[in-house]
């Protein structure tokens, strides 16, 4: 009885499941695609976060690429120098090593010593702000403290303190994909170093408008311009910029920094140092 | 009745001051007047500080061909030029002129007033654009641009904006009612800039009735049709005022012009008449006070530069509840952060609201009810384009009709979600243009 | 100068009153009449099939927020207008640890699996209906008699005519009273005036379109008319279709649904038309006597090709002028 009932429904199935089978087999056998090992060996080294720091939107393209063109200055900025070695052997060729670079906030303006103007109640989003008026704090350069680069950076090494982003630079792998996020420009990439001096303020207001806004913008006081000794520091649009190449360290600027919350800040790149040490 | 295609809301008219007249708003103690004040480059100012100018003299000179004029509002001494808030929302350098109370006018503006029939169309185009007039509805467009398009484009409607859909505004309203004449003249010296036959319209919502009998007297006599146009928003907005009147569709990426249109402003237009007849340039205009939070709601005539906290003063009683200040209208205007922004050409009027929805978490899930596709006057998808722009696929966004916005803000008004569509829409378009920006750099 | 604390929001300033819960809540309130009826009736027994419904309703969708760890959402009317439809969309007499069961479907399986409001591609009470009728057709089926005391239950209309043809199905039922309400069904369904009543609201309040209830109902109308002409015999009249079973209930309150319809007017006209095919196949034809439950959640399935094919269309359009300009 059973057998009745059975035989013909395990037939049926089975021989559709069979003829779907040949097809699948044919098909993958006709429109089989060679795919290079080679590529699949770079892909494998990458890190395999598409971040696009390398300007290819995937790993796998830049892997494609780099295969077929061989072009040794082709860098991926997150691995670094060690990943550009894994390359060149896998390669036989020596592959440039990628400046490493660090994302960087010109800003200390946070909730207790920027002023604010209204309080902003719309899409909680930089850009969204910027949308509706200046931004909530009274100086229009500033960090606008909604966070929105958090959303964008790959690798979790932004977080949100106190209305300001904080980078982590253990993280950042300055793959530079946080930078679009930022509508006033205050978040920027500069090189990495064990140690750098920069000055943490992005206001272009005369000196008067922004201590008017902040305790810690740069009022182009030119104290620390005179004060340099390797002419690392110039002032343009009311604002003091250290040129990193020129910069030697020495730290005497930050003893002259009169504001109230000092505006140049050193940053020791702990990871830079050990690599220094070891090195 | 006539009305646009596709979509429109009809949120409360809130007309709260149609009836009450002009009041002209006296000389401030201060004028902070932006170089500002226009679609484009901003104008290149041509005084220094402690230079002493007259009322009509020209502080900025347009810059580039898509910039306008800027004049002093009032006789008086230059105080500074820096960044001021402006009611648009950011910073603009703005020169400030501490008015030496006589009210002086610059020499050669006082001049009789001129027959404009005897002028060129040069002379015209060289007057309006000398004047600093720009489209007083809220984009700024330079007036005299607009009056001249490309060679190419055949213009045989000229249409007059008297919608003015926006709730709670009034000041075209009243203009309409006290200054007719004007108007219509301003439509007139418009109107003989375009070779060959030229349909010529006024559009006004049908809420206006008064308006419409009072330009009939006026415009009928010349050949100036007025047309009755059904109460619903955008009426007045510039691609859906076109179809409501011509039926003609200005499609993506289309300015009016390829459709044979030009559509001016009810203030442009008085304003042009100022400015061809009494050589006179826009240092004022009339804005609507109003809003649920302050009591003495009117229509005020107020010099461009009057701070808000200055026309606050002569309005009076702003309530302790008012959490908004919003500079033009409830539906495209823009909430002010400071009280020190001033009066523009662009500042069709002055809102003082408590908003309630404000404070609470707002934006919920979608619920597709697709209220937002039924009433958007564009026809896009605004619940799909504020998805797309919150997952950030800027390219994908573009094939959904981005560019085609209008921002008129129908989308978020009818959402029962509470969801900001339109601001979702204005975040991927400054996305879009920064992205461009940083391509071609 | 007083001193204000300015706020800064974008544009629009004023807003609609119009909330999801305004939205539930009138949905619920068109849902009135039925439920009322249901209530006059089939007596207090449908009361508790009600609130046991809409109570488990609302605890699972706490339920299932807390465990998702998102916003309570659990009042904002949504679940309530869940619970309101499958309690009418059951007999009176369905033992009350089934419509835990359905609720607990409708909730979690239909809804949150999906990811909560506004994300389910299924009609929640629907599913749970379909879920209860295949899993228990006996108690599904088992409809009592209105005003009966001692819960006796005969066959609704619909099961007449499948099992015993068209004369005694129409001998069973007088189409007025069909439309007042007073046959077999289950509790909501029963009773056509009161469903149009509510309708009416929804239309008033513009919650919903004319295009799906119409094109559904007028496909349905159409379909079973030409075949009820070729042989009156085998098939029954259109309007014995109309005030039997689900259809309009189905028609107005559940195809209509926000969440699992087309948006698109020409995706709406496609949307009713389907539901009303299938429907009137699966009752002329199918193994079951009543068809707009399974032909709503078959139409819903095809929802996102319906709204992608409208989707490609908008891009077509920009596309092609993308690339002029």
């Known amino acids: 009885m059973i057998s009745d009932a059975f035989i013909p429904a395990v037939s049926s199935l089975g021989a559709v499941a069979l003829a779907l089978g040949l097809i699948i087999h044919f098909v993958s056998k006709k429109f089989h695609v060679e ?46 120098a060690d990943l550009a070695a894994k390359l060149g052997e896998a390669l036989g060729m020596t592959m440039a090593e990628p400046k490493p670079q660090l994302a960087v906030l010109l800003c200390q303006g946070n909730n207790d010593v920027a002023r604010q103007t209204a309080e902003y109640l719309g899409i909680q989003d930089c850009w969204a702000a910027t949308q509706a008026f200046a931004g ?72 008067a408008a922004t201590k008017k806004a902040c305790d810690a913008g740069c009022t182009a006081c030119q104290k620390c311009v005179k004060v340099c000794e390797d002419n690392a520091i110039v002032i343009e649009e009311f604002l003091a910029r250290i040129v990193q190449d020129k910069c030697t360290a020495c730290g005497k600027c930050i003893e002259v920094c009169p504001t109230k919350v000092n505006c140049i800040r050193l940053e020791n790149d702990l990871k830079a140092v050990k690599q220094k040490q070891a090195s | ?8 809301i009809h949120p409360p008219e809130s007309k709260l001051t149609g009836n009450s007249p002009i009041e002209v708003m006296p000389l401030p103690s201060e004028l902070a007047i932006p170089l ?22 020209l502080i900025g000179e347009a810059d580039g061909f898509i910039s306008a004029n800027v004049h002093a509002s009032t006789s008086g001494k230059i105080k500074a030029i820096k960044p001021h808030p402006h009611p648009g929302g950011q910073y603009a350098m703005t020169v400030f002129i501490t008015p030496d109370g006589k009210d002086e006018w610059a020499e050669g503006l006082e001049c009789a007033p001129a027959d404009w029939k005897r002028l060129s169309k040069q002379e015209i185009l060289r007057k309006i654009k000398d004047a600093g007039v720009v489209g007083m509805g809220g984009a700024g467009f330079p007036t005299n641009v607009k009056l001249s398009p490309p060679p190419d484009k055949k213009i045989d409607t000229l249409i007059l904006n008297g919608a003015e859909c926006e709730p709670f505004l009034t000041a075209d309203h009243r203009l309409m009612v006290e200054s007719p004449e004007d108007i219509v003249t301003g439509l007139e010296i418009m109107a003989s800039l375009f070779d060959g036959p030229l349909k010529i319209a ?53 300015l009016p012009f390829d459709k044979g249109c030009i559509v001016q402003n009810i203030g442009t237009a008085a304003a042009v008449c100022d400015a061809v007849c009494r050589n006179r340039p826009l240092i004022e205009r009339v804005l609507t006070v109003s809003g649920m939070e302050i009591s003495r709601k009117k229509n005020i005539s107020a010099r461009i530069g009057t701070s808000f906290s200055d026309i606050i003063a002569f309005c009076g009683d702003m309530s302790e509840k008012t959490n908004q200040i919003i500079s033009g209208g409830p539906m495209m205007g823009k909430a002010v952060f400071s009280l020190d922004v001033p009066v523009v050409k662009t500042t069709s009027g002055i809102l003082f609201i408590n908003n309630p929805a404000l404070g609470k978490s707002m934006e919920r899930t979608c619920i597709r009810c697709g209220r937002c596709v039924e009433v958007c006057p564009q026809g896009l998808a605004p619940w799909l384009l504020a998805n797309v722009a919150q997952l950030r696929h800027f390219d994908e966004i573009q094939t959904l009709g981005l560019a085609n916005c209008t921002e008129c803000g129908s989308c978020t008004y009818v959402c029962p979600s509470g969801r900001e569509l339109v601001h979702w829409i204005k975040y991927a378009k400054a996305l879009v243009a920064n992205r461009q920006k940083r391509k071609s750099a | 100068m007083q001193s204000v604390k300015l706020k800064v929001s974008y544009a629009p300033f004023v807003r609609t009153k119009d909330s999801i819960e305004s939205v539930m809540y009138n949905v619920a309130l068109a849902l009135a009449p039925a439920t009322v009826m249901s209530i006059y009736l089939f007596g207090m027994r449908a009361l508790l099939v009600n609130l046991v419904c809409i109570a488990s309703c609302i605890g699972f969708e706490w339920l299932m927020d807390t465990i998702r760890k998102k916003p309570a959402s659990c009042l904002d009317g949504s679940a309530f207008v869940t619970g309101l439809l499958l309690a009418l969309n059951v007999p009176s007499n369905l033992p009350l640890w089934m419509l835990v069961i359905g609720s607990f479907i409708a909730i979690a399986a239909a809804k949150h699996v999906f990811g909560g409001l506004g994300h389910n591609v299924f009609n929640p009470a629907l599913v749970a209906r379909v879920f209860l009728l295949v899993s228990f057709p006996a108690a599904m089926t088992s409809w009592p008699v209105p005003f009966a005391v001692d819960m006796e239950t005969a066959a609704s209309p619909l099961g007449i005519l499948k099992t015993d043809g068209v004369e005694a199905a129409m001998k069973s039922l007088d189409l007025m009273s069909g439309f007042y309400g007073t ?20 239309f008033y309040k513009r919650y919903i379109t004319v295009y799906i209830p119409f094109t559904l109902l007028g496909s349905v109308f159409l379909f079973t008319a030409i075949f009820h002409l070729i042989d009156p015999a085998a098939y029954a009249p259109p309007l014995f279709h109309m005030v039997t079973g689900g259809l309009l209930l189905g028609a107005f309150f559940m195809a209509t649904d926000m969440v699992t319809s087309p948006l698109s007017v020409r995706g709406q006209i496609i949307f009713g038309l389907g539901c009303g095919l299938l429907t009137a196949v699966i009752r002329l034809w199918g193994g079951y006597p009543e068809g707009i439950s399974f032909a709503i959640l078959i139409m819903n399935g095809f929802v996102p090709l319906i709204d992608s094919w409208d989707l490609n269309d908008r891009k077509a359009i920009h596309q092609k002028k993308l690339q002029t300009t």
């Open chain 1, 136 to 207: 909530p704090k009274q100086c229009r350069y500033s960090c606008i403290g909604l966070g929105s680069c958090i959303a964008w950076c790959d690798f979790g090494a932004m977080r949100l303190e106190n209305g300001l982003i904080v980078i982590d630079n253990d993280l950042c792998t300055g793959c530079a994909a946080c930078i679009p996020a930022c509508p006033t420009g205050v978040l920027v990439m500069q090189d990495k170093k064990a140690s750098r001096y920069f000055i943490a303020c992005n206001s272009r207001d005369r000196g």
């Open chain 2, 36 to 57: 500002s004040q226009h679609l484009g480059k901003p104008a290149k100012p041509v005084v220094k500080m402690n230079d002493e100018v007259k009322k009509g003299q």
């Open chain 2, 1 to 8: 009745m006539k009305t646009f295609r596709t979509g429109g």
């Open chain 2, 202 to 254: 006024i559009g006004i919502e049908s809420n206006k009735q008064d308006a419409i009998e009072t330009l009939q007297r006026y415009a009928l006599p010349k050949q100036i049709e007025v047309v009755s146009l059904k109460t619903k928003y955008p009426q007045g907005a510039e691609k859906q005022l076109i179809n409501a009147i011509t039926g003609r569709v200005v499609g993506e990426g289309e």
């Open chain 1, 35 to 80: 795919e290079d090992p080679t590529v699949k060996l770079v892909n494998g080294i990458l890190p395999g976060v598409n971040c696009g720091a390398c300007g290819f939107p995937s790993c796998g393209q830049f892997a494609e690429v780099l295969v077929e063109t061989r072009n040794s200055a082709m860098t991926c900025p997150v691995g670094g």
């Open chain 3, 183 to 202: 046959m077999n069904g289950s509790m909501g369904e029963t009773s056509s005036l009161a469903l149009l009543v509510g309708a009416g609201w929804l």
